[in-house]
């Protein structure tokens, strides 16, 4: 088992590392880690490439904690299963968040934590989803919504009655969420923090 834990955490935390917000970027000839927040998550590539890029950021990191998450599922012993999806999604948002491919710098795991519950936890995912849409359209703060969403996960799936241990881990990811967010708590309540443009608004 400490073997095929290795194993997990070792992919898990490549997948995580893949910089596919650095890697859209500089397909556009932009180095994200200069502009804007400076971070490789789909926000700030949204804010400085459009909505196209941003997206397709999201997705991308979106599916690393997916694949991160999903592929013990099919492989592994069905007894320690739940046990290795959770570490692979932890693995990939530390990978996400400190990127051995640039030098451990890397976005707020939003996205890839997002992508590994909606494979264990599809229905509490989507209730979290619900939550991120009705702050984020009401106020425009991404920072907020996400908090939110996040909190919601462990949340809903106690009151789901999901496995302890899916509980835990999405306690675990909430609280890395909101420690990865808190220079934007602060900019929150001071009233300084960025507002997203309707989409309307945006460059193609």
Sequence with gaps: M???????????????????????????????FEVGSRSPGATNVR????????NLVFVLDALKGAAASGWPLLVLNPEHRAAYCVTGLLAAMLGHSF????HFRGG????TGAGGFLVLMPQVTLVAAVVWALL???????????IAAAVTIPVA?????????????????????????????????????HRARPAAEEDP
């Design 2 to 32: 400490p073997v095929t834990i290795a194993i997990v955490v070792l992919i898990g935390y490549l997948l995580g590392s893949l910089p596919f917000g650095w890697i859209v970027a500089r397909t556009r000839g932009v180095d994200i």
């Design 47 to 54: 804010r400085n490439l459009g909505a196209r890029a941003g």
């Design 99 to 102: 990127s051995c491919f640039t």
């Design 108 to 111: 707020k795991s939003v996205a």
């Design 136 to 146: 984020f359209f009401s106020t425009r703060y991404v920072s907020l919504a996400s």
């Design 157 to 193: 799936a106690h009151f789901s009655r999901e496995p302890a241990i899916l509980t835990i881990a999405a306690a675990a990811v909430a609280v890395f969420v909101i420690v990865r967010h808190r220079t934007n708590i602060g900019r929150l309540i001071n009233g300084t923090e």
